[in-house]
């Protein structure tokens, strides 16, 4: 069955139809060409005439002479739309005519980087000369390492291993850093919140090491769309950047629709499950024969609905499954596998965690399922866009979950539609990160009495001489300990601590890691752990050697965690008072306590029971914000009413933040107290869920009014009674009336609001 008739078979399904609520149909867009760039080989021009492609797309034109002429380039266009080539072409055209040039390629993932390697060979191959191009990462063997750091025109890698293999042994890698011309940074917009912080003093190390071998290289970014591609790469590169955002590449005409579940319970709020949702109109996709990708939130939710996905289709005996799963913690030969085969068409189905929403090459999808709103506008278009390539049609669906957020957006489609997607923030001077890349740059280079790097680094520099970090003679700073400071400074986070998940079956091996983070409540003793389909049972956590004891079990439920939080504030850096409220932003200390875990039914989704978990409190410092309510935001509230409201305005705001922070929801977290021994007063608390902070809590200070207009909208707009988990939560969680209590602090809070004043500044 053609896609378009499988799409209008569920358009008109009665069991379906009314909960598709908006659709929005793109039509097909030609191709927009430029001439060829004056500086680009003439062999490469024909190399590419070769392959099919007969001139360049606007976008690649104007990136490709940019750079070649010296600036600094961030290429915004949609998936697919050739932005290989904005690199490539400068690249390649350098190194034919000079071949002492070098250039480095970041990607964010080994899978990613592999798979760009593999189109970067086909177009040498075609070119037929002699440009070396070679992978650096942790699977490169020792003797190949050593013929990449003399010869290699183009190494590709990713942050973490530049941040730990090169860097450090810049010595080693003389050729590259004295003839760096380039350095290509792709998927820019994954480097927000701590990996972009992370990334950003990387960088702040390459260029100091390049200064020091006499180069200077041209960066070139590519990213999807976000609200501040140039601004977010100028903070990462520490360099004024061109912006190219004129899309020339064609595109299929698409169909993207937004599905909310059917209430089931119209007292309680709730909806059907979207893994079941997700799970039907997939299957009718692949049944009607569209090669459909499904993207789940996380890696536990891809397991499940992996399993219903298979459970739905009747496979003949010895038949091999056409539908898998692809997340981290698969083995990287199973993930290449996987990739092959959605490739040559052998795998009809794919579900996946974001980990697929980046460039990697999959072929030409029909149809994408997205399972919830993935967090940000820029992931939900990724996502979208991993289905039809140039001249084909796509399908594309959101199945909204019962959270807030997704709730939001199925009730307001015109936000997904026209609203601009979210600005990817960074901080490089988060005190931790920033001290801990310091310590790396010190251990590459003697840093100068004079030499900046980042807002902090004079004090820092003294702080780490008097902890006999550092020693100073004259007016330079050594590195003075024996330890390699890179191993110990984990990109991904802010923390660098991980549990290994060792399976103590027949022949005990290691099968995957969480972070320290995630561990009490992923692998705490008795939790049930997925992995590639199958069910392990915790039976150990050894939280001093960061091991978790694992044993393969075939039972018919899976574990959820709960965590109680206390947060004190340390310091106030600005506030203000609007109305009936006041509110900060600053510095706050949270402690987390892992308490009890529920064990969920498979499919019923019913709580079959529950245990205590036994861990030591774990302690983090980062930032946050804070609404204080006066009294006469809350006169009439009083006992449950003023809890339930509290904690519905909490939920509320933590729930709409990620609309206009680009971040996970995850990366937001949430506390309210009624009085607050800091306040003195009911106050709701949001604070970055990453130690230091990355700058979350003072852009919500300064959104204040847009945030709470967005959450009274949210709540008034639920059909619900008294709180569900698509509004407030649910009104049973907390007793009382939660939904209507928030909603009339929320009321309070908008109508008496003045106009914000500046906010005021206070002295740490």
Request: proline share 5%.
């Amino acid at each position: 069955m053609a896609l378009a008739q499988t799409v209008a078979a569920l358009r008109a399904d009665p069991a379906h139809a009314a909960s598709f609520v908006a659709w929005r149909h793109f039509a097909a867009r030609a191709a927009t060409f430029a001439a060829d760039p004056d500086r680009i080989d003439p062999r490469l021009l024909e190399a590419l005439h070769c392959r099919g492609i007969a001139a360049l797309y606007s976008h690649q034109a104007e990136a490709a002479s940019a750079a070649i002429q010296g600036e600094n380039v961030v290429v915004v266009t949609p998936t697919a739309s050739g932005k290989t080539l904005c690199y490539n072409l400068p690249v390649l055209s350098t190194v034919l005519r000079d071949p002492a040039a070098r250039a480095l390629y970041l990607f964010p993932t080994k899978a990613l980087a592999q798979d760009q390697l593999a189109e970067l060979h086909d177009l040498i191959t075609t070119l037929g000369d002699d440009v070396k191009t070679y992978t650096y990462d942790g699977d490169t063997p020792g003797e190949e390492r050593r013929r990449i750091r003399s010869a290699g025109h183009i190494v590709v890698t990713n942050p973490d291993m530049l941040h730990t293999g090169i860097l450090p042994h810049h010595t080693r890698w003389v050729k590259l850093f004295e003839n760096l011309r380039y350095v290509v940074i792709d998927e820019l917009h994954n480097y927000r919140g701590v990996f972009g912080s992370h990334l950003a003093n990387v960088l702040r190390r390459l260029r100091r090491i390049c200064r020091f071998y006499g180069s200077d290289p041209v960066f070139i970014c590519c990213s999807a769309t976000i609200a501040n591609p140039a601004e977010l790469a100028e903070r990462l590169i520490a360099a004024p950047v061109r912006l190219v955002n004129r899309n020339g590449a064609p595109s299929g005409d698409k169909t993207i629709a937004i599905y909310n579940p059917p209430v089931v319970n119209r007292e309680l709020g709730i909806r059907r499950s979207s893994l079941f949702s997700a799970r039907d109109l997939a299957s009718a996709l692949i049944g009607g024969g569209a090669q459909t990708i499904v993207f789940a939130p996380t890696r536990m939710l891809v397991e499940l609905l992996l399993t219903y996905l298979r459970g739905s289709r009747r496979l003949p005996p010895g038949a091999t499954d056409r539908i898998q799963g692809y997340r981290s913690g698969y083995l990287p030969l199973e993930r290449r596998a996987i990739e092959r085969g959605l490739r040559d068409g052998a795998v009809r189905g794919v579900v996946a965690t974001s980990a697929l929403e980046l460039g990697i090459d999959i072929g030409g999808m029909e149809a994408a399922v997205l399972t919830g709103y993935p967090g940000t506008l820029a992931s939900t278009w990724q996502q979208f866009g991993r289905a039809g390539r140039r001249e084909t049609s796509a399908f594309a669906v959101l199945v909204a979950s019962s959270s807030p957020l997704s709730q939001y957006v199925a009730s307001h489609p015109e936000f997904l539609f026209e609203q601009s997607p979210e600005a990817g923030l960074i901080n490089p001077d988060n005190l931790i990160i920033l001290a801990a890349h310091l310590k790396c740059a010190a251990f590459e280079l003697p840093f100068e009495q004079a030499e900046k790097f980042g807002a902090f680094s004079a004090e820092l520099l003294d702080l780490l001489c008097d902890e006999q970090v550092l020693h100073r003679s004259g007016d330079k700073y050594y590195w003075m300990r024996e330890s390699f400071p890179a191993q110990e400074v984990s990109l991904r986070s802010a923390a660098i601590d991980n549990i290994v998940i060792i399976d103590q079956g027949l022949g005990a091996h290691l099968i995957g890691e969480v972070d320290r983070a995630s561990a009490p409540v992923l692998v705490h003793e008795e939790a049930i752990y997925l992995h590639g389909g199958e069910q392990y049972q915790v039976e150990r956590l050894d939280w001093d050697e960061k091991k978790a004891y694992v044993r393969k079990v075939d039972v018919d439920y899976y574990t959820d965690a709960e965590m109680a939080v206390e947060l004190k504030v340390i310091d106030t850096l600005a506030d203000r008072k609007a109305g009936i409220s006041y509110s900060a932003h600053g510095e706050v200390s949270v402690s987390f306590l892992a308490t009890i875990f529920k064990k969920i039914k498979l499919h019923t989704h019913e709580n079959v029971g529950w245990g205590k978990i036994f861990l030591p409190q774990d302690d983090m410092h980062t930032s946050g914000y804070w609404l204080a309510l006066e009294s006469p935001a809350w006169d009439g509230l009083a006992g449950d009413s003023m809890q339930a409201g509290l904690w519905g305005l909490g939920n509320l705001l933590r729930a709409v933040a990620p609309l206009y922070l680009m971040c996970d929801p995850r990366d937001v977290h949430v506390t309210t107290q009624v009085r607050s021994p800091f306040t003195q007063a009911p106050t709701v608390f949001l604070y970055d869920a990453v130690p230091g902070g990355v700058g979350f809590a003072e852009r919500l200070f300064e959104i204040e009014s847009t945030l709470l207009t967005a959450a009274h909208d949210r709540a008034r707009s639920c059909p619900c009674s008294a709180g569900c988990p698509s509004c407030v939560g649910p009104g049973e969680a907390v007793g009382g009336n939660p939904k209507a209590s928030a909603l009339m602090l929320l009321g309070r809070l908008i109508e008496t609001a003045s106009p914000v004043p500046p906010a005021t500044a206070r002295a740490s």
